[in-house]
């Protein structure tokens, strides 16, 4: 009897054993790591070895993304870029009076975030952060009321950064003393865009660094704000990017020191020709936007 126990004994433990063909092979994948011993020999740790090696296989992570070098950066050349740009209506539109306040800045020599460069006008501002809106109100013309009735026309040259908030300007300190005494530092005040007469055309000029196969561009002495700049290539105009420090970047070199094109917030067109490619000079045009 007893021999027969053993052999009874042995015949279980036989690796060929049937006493778990009955279950799922998932159930060998959830029950194997928990289940059996480490180091253990049975047939359930080696199922589910292979099926676990089988999903790896099916469903292996996907590879890793291209490092930051190796992802193009876009180009001015990129159509939704490019229509992004030209198509945003803006934040200061004409005839719409706006509030805030007005506080003042010490403008130096008048340059600012726009880089037109140095101004004998020093009736200038910076445009709070929100309504620069990445130089888009470069240029513009402002007409600033206080509540004593006092009133100044300023032009924006400069960016005021955060914490400045929407409808608030920062006015140069000459500026400031048209309005009130400069010892109360900030006041409430109304402003609305303003399209003025002057006697003298707009100007184009060239970045620092600009040639045939890169090149900024820059609009200078415009009525009325800029809205879309444009350069003529083979393929037709191509509408330009607009940078934070007011230059039209064309960064693969097309259309520069060609036929430009410029649109004002009006949607009025300009069409300049034989402007020659010279960084850093200020080319006059015969050309200005209508007053509004």
């Known amino acids: 009897m007893a021999v027969g126990v053993l052999a009874c004994l042995a015949l279980t433990l036989l690796p060929g054993s049937r006493s778990g063909a009955g279950l799922p092979t998932d159930a ?13 020999g049975s047939s359930a740790a080696v199922v589910g070895a292979a099926t676990a090696s089988t999903r790896a296989t099916v469903t292996s992570p996907p590879p890793p993304p291209p490092s930051a070098a190796s992802i193009p950066s876009p180009s001015a050349s990129s159509p939704a870029r490019a229509e992004s740009a030209a198509s945003s209506p803006g934040r200061i539109k004409p005839s719409v009076s706006y509030q805030g306040v007005a506080t003042s800045y010490a ?58 908030a929407p409808g608030q300007l920062d ?41 045939r196969s890169w090149c900024g561009v820059q609009v200078i002495g415009h009525r009325n704000p800029v809205a879309v700049l444009e350069l003529r290539t083979a393929n037709g ?21 060609g036929a430009i094109r410029v649109t004002d917030l009006y949607g009025e067109r300009l069409t300049v020709e034989g402007i020659a490619l010279k960084p850093d000079v200020a080319q006059p045009t015969r050309v200005q936007f209508a007053r509004r």
Request: some cysteine; proline content about 8%.
């Open 28 to 40: 060998y994948v959830a029950a194997g790591p928990a289940d059996a011993p480490s180091g253990s």
């Open 171 to 211: 006015l140069s300190q000459q500026a400031f003393a048209e309005l009130a005494n400069p010892s109360l530092g900030r006041i409430p005040v109304t402003w609305t865009l303003l399209s003025p007469a002057t006697p003298d055309t707009l100007s184009i000029r060239y970045k620092t660094g600009s040639s």
């Open 237 to 257: 105009w191509r509408k330009l990017p607009r940078t934070d420090y007011n230059y039209f970047l064309s960064a693969d070199g097309s259309g520069c020191g």
């Open 107 to 164: 403008a130096g020599d008048g340059n600012g975030a726009c880089l037109y460069g140095p101004s004998g006008d020093l009736m200038i501002a910076a445009m709070n952060h929100t309504d620069y809106e990445s130089a888009r109100a470069c240029g513009a013309y402002v007409r600033v009321r206080a509540a004593n009735g006092n009133s100044i026309t300023v032009r924006i040259v400069n960016e005021c950064p955060l914490p400045c």
